[in-house]
């Protein structure tokens, strides 16, 4: 992500040469040059408010601004064990691999691309699916990992929330999507095109058979991700000012040649129009979740000995 | 169209030379049989080998024949059905009531306008969720009275606009293709022209799907894709073959179940004759399909779905 980071000999130069006190005409980019050749860095700069915040601070926060509450944006594997009892859980499907059925090929090969994001995120795709307890309650969580092509939907994407669904249908047990995705994957083609209809029609099973599917949408959820199984859920629940919505911004401001409102297309714009359920912080989202689950518990009782 | 050039060259070469055949007399004539023989021969060949690219932009002709051309063709007493019962009527979207031989169908589709002043109402046939949710309120009411359903897929995409966001457009098409999986009918799908993303996929879930020759769908335009990947969008020609969106790429991948023989040179040159391979097309699906139940329909239309994807399972 392009925060801003700060080393410890950047700061100590600016702390024995306050630069902000004395020399008001000098211009600001200069100093922010410099800052942001430093790699590493105990401060980051919010990419909301733009305040300088202390990085373990944020760190102890949950990934959230202290100033703004802006949230960060977190792995995949970070958010599984904010929300699981003890954050334990376990993974399935983890064997599922992409391969590259159009051998395609724009300014890199796309099985390149494969290889370097599996070597960045140690995952094979963009998604993770999951088992364990919130609360007590047993239940299945597939998140997307943004790391990954921007958490893009193919081929595995697609295939692991319908066994993620699939194994709902099993044990009769809630589904839980945490979506952060740019939308399909351009490099499999129509394949991920179908991605959209094949994880629908998971949900739908679902809906069928009475359970409760509960999506979460954080920052991004455009695309095919968000006009597919993302808005399907029964309960619909954000992070705070991620942004959400079909088209990319910047076709949008292209196709209507004026620029957009401030607010356009965060979960609060969302909100406001009616289009999810409700806005939580990434703190509560594990009560919520608690409580969400345990309205759906009191429902008709689960069918089968291995019923929770 | 850039290759449809030569031909209008070649034909002003021809009336030219007839023009002279009759002062000039022998040797005009000769001049005039090989100018066709030339014309007949380049024609060919151009379109015997179409790149991915050139059946895009034939996919958006101008002159192709657009749904309510189809419509109008294959179907009688097509009463046309407004508006989504909500917010408004999108025209980027036509459907109604029709019939098509003994069959009682509805019949819906995306509509491109013919000329800039049409385009402009019919948003070019890119459709607001207004425009979606009314095919879903029409397919709805096909389901009621067990009525199949054939729709049209001809856009360049949904639409991207400030209202459209504001309206729901994800949600939208989110549930089309939801309740299209579940709807308890036959679905008939035709892509006629451009098959754009998401905004096609909303009126694409389908039992069967057809293609005509020349139709293309895709993830992404080619434009958007070679922005994207290549940063640059004059690159679209790489994508278009990259992305695997022509009718016969995606019969190999098992998206189409069959492709849908264009007169040569295009739908455009002969609307009449393409209407009626569809029509024919449209009655040899219903009469497939109305040999099953419900039950095997939905059963057979969620397996259809559910097996798309291309993966490796490593031995655990």
């Known amino acids: ?308 | 169209m850039d290759f449809e050039k030569q031909f209008v060259e070649l034909d002003s070469a021809i009336k030219e030379m007839r023009q002279l055949a009759t002062e000039w007399g022998d040797s005009a004539r000769q001049e005039l049989k090989r100018l066709k023989k030339k014309r007949q021969k380049v024609f060919y060949e151009t379109y015997a080998k179409l790149t991915p690219w050139q059946r895009t932009l034939l996919a958006r002709h101008p002159d192709r024949p657009y749904t309510l051309d189809y419509i109008n063709i294959i179907f009688s007493d097509f009463i046309e059905l407004h508006g989504d019962r909500k917010f408004g009527d999108d025209s980027a979207i036509v459907g109604g009531l029709a019939q098509l031989g003994s069959h009682k169908v509805v019949v819906i589709g995306h509509q491109k306008g013919r000329g800039t002043k049409e385009n402009i109402s019919r948003n070019f046939g890119m459709a607001s969720p207004e425009g979606f949710r009314k095919a879903l309120r029409i397919m709805k009411l096909a389901e009621k009275f067990r009525k199949p359903i054939i729709t049209f897929i001809d856009t360049p995409g949904a639409y991207p606009g400030l209202g459209a966001e504001e309206r729901g457009q994800a949600e939208a098409i989110a549930r089309n293709i939801y309740e299209m999986m579940f709807l308890r009918v036959p679905i008939i799908s035709i892509v006629t022209g451009e098959g754009g993303s998401g905004g096609a996929l909303a009126l694409g879930v389908a039992d069967r799907l057809l293609m005509l020759e020349n139709s293309v769908y895709s993830v992404i335009s080619p434009e958007g894709c070679a922005a994207i990947l290549w940063k640059d969008h004059t690159k679209a020609n790489e994508a278009a073959t990259a992305l695997h969106m022509t009718a016969q790429d995606l019969l190999k991948l098992k998206v189409a179940d069959e492709i849908l023989k264009e007169p040569i040179g295009g739908a455009h040159r002969n609307p009449t004759m393409m209407a009626h391979i569809v029509r024919r097309a449209i009655l040899r699906c219903l009469a497939q399909m109305s040999r099953l139940s419900e039950d095997k329909l939905l059963e057979d239309r969620y397996r259809r779905y559910r097996q798309y994807g291309v993966f490796r399972e490593l031995v655990e």
């Not at chain 1, 910047?250 to 806005?279: K, S, W």
Request: proline letters at 5%.
């Open chain 1, 1 to 308: 992500m392009d925060h801003t980071l700060w080393s410890a000999a950047a700061l100590s130069e600016l702390w024995r040469n306050p630069v902000w006190f004395k020399r008001e005409n000098k211009p600001k980019e200069k100093i922010e040059n410099k800052k942001l050749q430093i790699p590493q860095g105990l401060w980051i700069r919010c990419k909301n408010c733009k305040e300088i915040i202390y990085k373990k601070e944020v760190e102890r926060n949950f990934d959230i601004c202290p100033k703004c509450q802006y949230h960060f944006y977190i792995s995949a594997q970070k958010r599984l064990s904010l929300l699981y009892d003890q954050g334990e859980y376990n993974t399935f499907d983890d064997h599922l691999q992409p391969t590259d059925p159009l051998k395609f090929r724009d300014r890199k090969k796309y099985r390149d691309r494969l290889k370097e994001y599996a070597a960045l995120t140690g995952l094979k795709d963009a998604i993770i699916s999951s088992e364990g307890t919130i609360g007590g309650y047993r239940v299945v969580i597939c998140a997307m990992e943004f790391g990954f092509m921007g958490g893009s939907m193919a081929s595995v994407v697609g295939e692991k929330i319908v066994r993620g669904a699939e194994r709902c249908l099993a044990e009769k047990i809630p589904l839980i999507t945490i979506a952060c995705s740019g939308g399909a994957r351009m490099q499999e083609g129509i394949i991920s095109l179908m991605q959209m209809a094949k994880t629908s029609a998971a949900v739908g099973k679902l809906a069928e058979a009475g359970l409760p599917f509960i999506s979460i949408l954080t920052d991004p959820t455009t695309g095919g991700v968000s006009a597919s199984f993302a808005m399907l859920g029964d309960i619909i629940i954000s992070e705070p000012k991620a942004l959400i919505g079909f088209a990319g911004q910047r076709v949008i401001e292209q196709t209507i040649g004026q620029e957009l409102p401030p607010g356009f297309q965060t979960a609060e714009f969302l909100l406001a129009h009616g289009m999810i359920d409700m806005i939580v912080d990434r703190r509560q989202m594990r009560s919520t979740l608690i409580k969400i689950l345990s309205f759906f518990a009191l429902g008709p009782p689960p069918q089968g000995p291995d019923g929770q």
